[in-house]
């Protein structure tokens, strides 16, 4: 008999902090100190407000459709059936790269400090990460269990260290203005702006969450302004620790460690594994959260191979769709690792489905007969969404494609379409 596991409120808050939470904290402090100098921190800010007509409309429509394939359910219901498999497949398929990353990204930073690993090639080291992250989870270890506590632990350590350390080191001179400064602020924001990426994957499982007409939308809401709180707090802390010295860091934890304990750089190695090893919680919750969208597709009819896609196990797991998204991220893998093209189509593939979602929260209001006022959110949720798209287009133009992302992309398009066509005759 299968498990009807259920998620609390605490536990989804967890989740999506843990997914949002990536490497941008830790790496966004030096390109953010480039580009804003002291004000690096109002950029968090700033970007906060350019997402929040998204967070809010996406929480809405999470509200009312609590149901496995989350975006590509709203898209689906509200626009179309094409413009749901369109968002769902570009939303499945960008954050599949997104969890590749992530776990490559983990891998290469201990193959590089391993001597021994430097042996075998890195693409089977990143293989049997992914699959072993995927197989922990079909054989029990459940993304709303304990393990959630270990990777919030994981991110904490060095966020409250950069915290603590960073006040008690704090000083006001880096932040006193200096006319002759000059900033790029606005080109900044991208970078963070992309740091609160994926609010919205609770979403893909909103069906396992308890009481989720009023927890799914409680949770989007506070975990996103729980991460920019982090966000905001930890660059000023190590902005004012730092100053300036942060523009030349790739490191800055380790670096803000290294100038307190300058005796024992031990200490800093320790919080830089840390800071790496927080990558896997957003890897392993994107690989377990959005394994339910490609669940969603097949169970819709959308794609082929339906009775296998979305068979599940004793612990209500859909282990097939979850093997099939190891694979298709090893395959991203082994096809390129030319990180900033596979980032950009990421984010391709998350602002086209919040763009098609924003559409889908106006059209909700409008179905659902709402004052005028209440149709706002919606529509400062759609021209958020095209800023977010052109500067992805913008990034994109700049770094060029990511030819193995293209390649899955239009496949999984020309399959629906045959298989549409298919089961027309």
């Known amino acids: 008999m299968k498990k009807n596991l259920k998620i609390d409120l605490f536990t989804s808050i967890l989740i999506n902090i843990n997914i949002i939470i990536g490497a941008g904290l830790f790496i966004n402090p030096k390109p953010l100190t480039q580009l804003s100098g002291k004000f690096g921190f109002l950029n968090y800010i700033v970007a906060a407000i350019i997402l929040l007509p998204i967070v809010l409309s996406i929480a809405k429509l999470a ?32 954050k599949t790269t997104s969890a590749a990353l992530l776990a490559h990204i983990f891998v290469n930073f201990f193959y590089k400090k391993i001597e021994l690993l430097q042996n075998i090639p890195i693409l089977i080291l990143d293989i049997i990460f ?7 989870n ?38 006193i203005t200096n006319t002759k400064e000059t900033y790029e602020f606005f080109s900044a924001l991208p970078i963070a702006i992309f740091a609160f990426l994926s609010f919205e994957i609770i979403c893909s499982i909103g069906h396992m969450i308890k009481n989720p007409q009023k927890n799914i939308q409680r949770s989007i809401i506070y975990s996103f302004f729980i991460v920019v709180g982090c966000a905001t707090i930890f660059q000023i802390a190590i902005f004012g620790s730092l100053g300036g010295a942060l523009s030349k ?24 594994a840390f800071v790496f090893a927080s990558i896997i919680g957003g890897s392993f919750g994107s690989l377990t959260s959005n394994c339910w969208n490609l669940f969603a597709l097949a169970n819709d009819n959308q794609l082929p191979f339906k009775k296998i896609l979305t068979k599940t196990n004793k612990l209500n797991i859909p ?15 082994a096809l390129t690792k030319d990180q900033i093209p596979l980032q950009n189509m990421t984010v391709f593939g998350m602002v086209t489905a919040y763009f ?17 006022y209440f149709l706002i959110i919606p529509a400062l949720s759609i ?17 060029g494609v990511s030819l193995s992302f293209s390649s899955i992309f239009i496949s999984g398009l020309l399959i629906n379409l045959f298989f549409t066509i298919k089961k027309k005759i």
Not at 319 to 333: D, F, K, P, R
């Open 356 to 372: 098609l979602n924003s559409i889908s929260a106006f059209i909700q209001s409008k179905k659902e007969k709402q004052k005028k």
């Open 130 to 136: 992914i699959f072993f992250l995927i197989f922990i």
């Open 383 to 399: 021209i958020s969404s095209l800023y977010i798209t052109s500067i992805c287009f913008k990034n994109i133009f700049i770094y």
């Open 138 to 175: 079909i054989f029990g270890v459940k993304i709303g269990g304990k393990i959630q506590y270990f990777f919030t632990t994981a991110k904490i350590i060095p966020i409250i260290f950069v915290i603590f350390a960073g006040f008690s080191l704090f000083n006001p001179q880096f932040f």
């Open 249 to 272: 860091s790739s490191e800055p934890v380790k670096m803000l460690a290294s100038n307190i304990f300058p005796n024992f750089l031990i200490i800093g190695g320790i919080l830089n």
């Open 63 to 94: 509200k009312s459709h609590p149901t496995a394939g989350g975006l590509y359910v709203y898209a689906k219901k509200y626009i179309n059936n094409k413009a749901g498999f369109f968002c769902g497949w570009s939303y499945f398929l960008g």
């Open 319 to 333: 282990y097939a769709s979850l093997i099939a998204q190891g694979i298709i991220a090893c395959i991203l893998l």
